[in-house]
């Protein structure tokens, strides 16, 4: 089966992995939320889950989704045609996501974190800037439009494609479950308030 999903190659060391994390957490059943919440032992996965998940609603990816529409009409795209605009944002996320899959392994989950969250941070503060000064000059929304696209690659390349994997990687099999309900419950929650907190900061 691991030859089927990765190909020909000497896998033994991630069978080893696989069997001895089957062995350590044999006849244990799936832990409960609460549990995972108790347990001093995954106490710094728990810290590592909810401090990536914070960043990821706190870079502002919401209101780049938000606001990337108007950016787009002051760009002097029409209206009419800002939706094959927005379908050239969707694909840019998924083209972003797969190149993660391929990066991931070769770059490092914390080097694909750090470098994306910075070229992220990068482009909201030239974004920030070229929203200023959208009618000093006529090429300034292109550059609005150019740094949304940039925004949305980095968050595909960094933090959307790094979560993913990172509940599987840092948890045994029978947190697991309680960790994916732990980041579900939290990032809906963190985006409930943020949500809620937006209109009064704007």
């Known amino acids: 089966a691991v030859k089927q999903l990765w190909g020909d190659g000497d896998h033994m060391a991630e069978i080893e992995d696989m069997m001895s994390e089957q062995k350590a957490i044999r006849g244990e059943r799936a832990k409960s939320v609460w549990d995972l919440l108790r347990d001093r032992a995954v106490r710094w996965q728990l810290i590592t889950l909810f401090l990536v998940v914070s ?22 795209i029409p209206p009419a045609q800002t939706h094959y605009v927005s379908l050239g944002v969707g694909t840019t996320e998924i083209l972003s996501t797969v190149l993660c899959g391929f990066l991931i392994e070769r770059a490092g989950r914390k080097t694909l974190l750090w470098k994306n969250y910075t070229v992220m941070a990068l482009a909201l503060g030239l974004l920030t800037v070229t929203l200023s ?22 968050f595909g390349i960094g933090p959307a494609g ?15 479950p309680a960790a994916y309900v732990f980041n579900g419950v939290t990032n809906w929650i963190q985006l409930f308030i943020l949500g809620l907190l937006f209109p009064f900061i704007v």
């Open 55 to 76: 960043c990821m609603q706190l870079i502002g990816a919401n209101v780049v989704y938000s606001y990337a529409y108007s950016v787009f009409t002051k760009a002097g």
């Open 133 to 154: 000064l959208q009618d000093s000059f006529f090429w300034v929304p292109y550059c609005s439009v150019a740094l949304v696209f940039i925004f949305i690659m980095s």
């Open 162 to 176: 790094v979560l993913c994997p990172l509940l599987t990687e840092i948890f045994i099999q029978s947190y697991r």
